[in-house]
């Protein structure tokens, strides 16, 4: 049932995801008074061991294995956690543009203050609530989370975000966050339950293919 | 339980704002008034976008719309959103839903986070100081360097820094087995162009020499000023003699035989002996004794040419 449709599935959470993240843009361009692109060339799901191979790769080559995360849990009816990714050292520019300010002398370090690990949880409250909203929404069934954790990780490994042993299957997407000719590459992995993703491929199905 | 809720409420530090669906405001907590400078009296019933004007925006209707929707949190940071409640006061601000029979409300918490901001603009403070204070050591560092190893009045190296190198290429030729050359250079008749011009002049003409060696020899060799007229250059990784002699044909077309010095016509002459390691000698000493005495043939030769 996972594998029959699966380009098709992948397609339209593509789609899906998109017209969230596209939201997400306009509401952090109303809050920060500048003009924000949000993409997602392309959504995978894969499983466990493959969604880590995926990872790794991000990680060595964009974020050299520093990354600022923001994480939610979330239950109810779908069950999970998803997480945002953004290369560590690439964020102090990426704040400064997003509060219009300039820290030349903090620009490189991987320290962070409250104010930015609350810049981030604000970023990524409203970049996983347009994801995880939009995904609830079209499939019709009901999320419940909590506001994201915010942390930095060095040497940060796939291990971290893909737990094989709970979730066994990733939905996994790059994302491109441009800001004023700056573009930071993000990424997005979602780790559901097998039964959680089953329902939303199936639901999906049902919407867009009448099977 | 019910009736010492209010109570409370009333002595938690945050801001607490309980508004309806239709953005009205029920509830404003004695620690909202002072963030705010609003009254509760003044303040419940109205639209708390009205009382707040920075929240009269599209991103939060949309994320209350959501909220009311969908039911999850929602967080608003005191550095995206300056003057939230007031210009005196910074607040993080999170938005949850709160449902009692079936009735939908919405919970505001304005937490105050002034004093971070305050500590840490406090600490940037210092960061820059302190960076000032490092590149202002930094430049004294090397005027220390320079006045420690090179020779004040023409720039070239001095004795100390010409040992330090002397030692270091000297030990690459032996380990290589490549040669080293040391240049002897006298400037002559110096005290007769000091007597008749001025110490003044002769000292700009020093430096001229130093500069007619530097820019005659390539990058890595050292040109030292050894004594009052007596300069010496080390030339490392010298292959054949061929190499050396580039470098004195340089030094000998770079050689004006007549300077223009503050107005004085300066007939200059340079007598110079070189030696070379491992022929000449086993240490920088021995080589420098060679190259002196072949600089004093040298200076005998031009003497007797001019006689």
């Known amino acids: ?23 997400a843009a306009s509401t952090l361009s109303d809050i920060i008074d500048k003009q924000i692109g949000l993409t997602i060339p392309e959504v995978k799901i894969l499983d466990a061991a493959k969604a880590k191979v995926e990872l790794n790769k991000y990680l060595l080559q964009v974020a050299e294995g ?25 964020m102090h520019h990426f704040i400064d543009l997003c509060l219009h300010e ?54 940060a490994s796939a291990d971290h975000f893909v737990d094989s042993e709970e ?31 089953d329902d939303i491929l199936n639901t999906i199905d049902r919407l867009y293919n009448g099977s | 339980m019910d009736s010492i ?18 953005l009205e405001i029920t509830y404003w907590n004695p620690f909202m008034e002072k963030l705010s400078g609003k009254k509760s009296e003044a303040v419940l019933g109205q639209n708390v976008d009205k009382v707040l004007p920075t929240l009269e925006r599209p991103f939060f209707h949309n994320a209350v719309q959501r909220l009311i929707n969908g039911g999850n949190p929602v967080f608003f940071s005191a550095a995206m959103h300056r003057n939230l409640v007031s210009q005196d006061h910074r607040v993080n601000l999170k938005i949850n839903r709160v449902t009692v029979e079936d009735k939908v409300s919405l919970l505001l918490e304005f937490i105050d986070v002034t004093n971070q901001f305050q500590r840490i603009s406090q600490l940037r403070d210092y960061v820059s100081q302190l960076s000032h204070l490092n590149s202002q050591l930094k430049q004294k560092e090397k005027v220390i360097e320079k006045l420690a190893y090179y020779d004040k009045l023409t720039g070239v190296a001095n004795r100390a820094l010409f040992d330090k190198f002397a030692d270091k290429y000297l030990n690459i ?48 060799d050292i040109v030292c000023r050894y004594g009052g007229d007596e300069f010496l250059v080390l030339l490392p990784d010298i292959r054949t003699f061929r190499d050396y002699q580039a470098i004195a044909d340089r030094i000998e077309a770079n050689k004006k035989r007549h300077i223009v010095q503050d107005g004085y016509d300066i007939w200059l002459s340079l007598s110079m002996g070189i030696s070379f390691f491992p022929d000449d000698g086993q240490t920088i000493d021995e080589l420098i004794a060679k190259a002196d005495e072949f600089m004093y043939v040298n200076k005998h030769e031009i003497r007797q040419k001019n006689l």
């Open chain 1, 167 to 197: 979730y066994r299957l990733v939905l996994m997407m790059f994302l491109a966050f441009d800001i004023e000719e700056t573009e930071i590459a993000g990424a997005i992995v979602i780790n559901m339950t097998l039964k959680s993703l």
């Open chain 2, 173 to 220: 030729a032996k380990a290589r087995g490549t040669m080293l050359g040391l240049m002897f250079v006298d400037v002559n008749e110096f005290k007769l162009i000091n007597d008749t011009y001025g110490h003044n002049t002769g000292d700009k003409v020093m430096t001229r020499v130093a500069s007619l060696l530097t820019e005659s020899t390539r990058k890595n």
């Open chain 1, 1 to 23: 049932m996972l594998v029959a449709n699966k380009i098709s599935r992948e397609d339209i959470l593509t789609e899906l995801f998109n017209i969230g993240v596209g939201q």
């Open chain 2, 5 to 22: 809720l209010p109570g409370v409420l009333n002595c938690i530090n945050e801001g607490l704002v309980i508004i309806s669906v239709d």
């Open chain 1, 66 to 90: 520093a990354v600022m995360v923001s994480s939610i849990s979330f239950d109810s009816q779908l069950e999970g956690k998803v997480s945002l990714l953004f290369p560590a050292d690439k």
């Open chain 1, 102 to 155: 300039t820290h030349v002398e903090t620009e490189n370090t991987l320290e962070f203050n409250d104010i930015d690990f609350d810049t981030i949880k604000e970023i990524g409250n409203i970049v996983i609530n347009s994801i995880i909203g939009e995904l609830s929404n079209t499939v019709n069934i009901p999320v419940e989370y909590t506001l994201p954790e915010v942390d930095v990780l060095n040497n």
